[in-house]
């Protein structure tokens, strides 16, 4: 099984900024080695950039390797799905490499109008949030608000102040 955790900026490539992808791999590891299992996983990352600001454009994926994903069970571990874009994108881009098979986890699910016609539901999600822009967990907005510990709604006041020259 290998886990690929998406990394959208140079910042997270860094181990000591993956986030998200660092508690899930350190907690699944301890379940394997607590349960004895013999299952064998990998972890990969993959940058995956489409936001300037506020907006979601094109999808850059690099660090990807055919070879981590042909006749492998797959699972892309995302933190959030806004606009669903990306994520159609990244399938579409998965798929044409012939996993055994593909799912997904996404810890925020938004409830917004543009992911509707992608109809499309997380094997797991954390949590549905409403559609607003967010910051924290590793979430940012133009490289900032990232390190918040908690989940927080950006107010317009923090957008006009903090909008990138």
């Known amino acids: 099984v290998f886990f690929f955790f998406q990394a959208e900026d140079g910042i997270r490539d ?9 508690v899930y791999k350190r907690q699944l590891q301890t379940l394997m080695s607590a349960g004895k299992s013999k299952l064998r996983f ?8 489409s936001y300037t600001g506020l907006k979601s454009g094109e999808l850059k ?3 990807l390797n055919v070879d981590y994903i042909k006749n492998k069970h797959v699972i892309i571990v995302e933190d959030i799905y806004d606009t669903g874009r990306s994520m159609k994108q ?17 810890l925020f699910h938004k409830r917004n ?9 997380g094997d797991f999600t954390g949590f549905i949030i409403p559609n607003k822009f967010v910051v924290g967990y590793n979430l940012d907005y ?4 990232r390190e918040l510990p ?16």
Do not use: W
């Open 90 to 106: 990244m399938l579409d881009c998965f798929k044409a490499m012939s996993p055994t098979s593909l799912r997904t986890a996404i």
């Open 42 to 49: 990998d972890f990969q990352y993959v940058k995956a950039s």
């Open 113 to 121: 109008p543009e992911n509707l016609p992608f109809k499309y539901i």
């Open 14 to 22: 860094s181990v000591a900024s993956r986030g998200l992808g660092d």
């Open 61 to 63: 994926l690099t660090h």
């Open 150 to 165: 908690h989940l927080c709604v950006i107010a317009e006041k923090g957008i006009k102040a903090f909008k990138s020259q």
């Open 142 to 145: 133009n490289q900032k608000f």
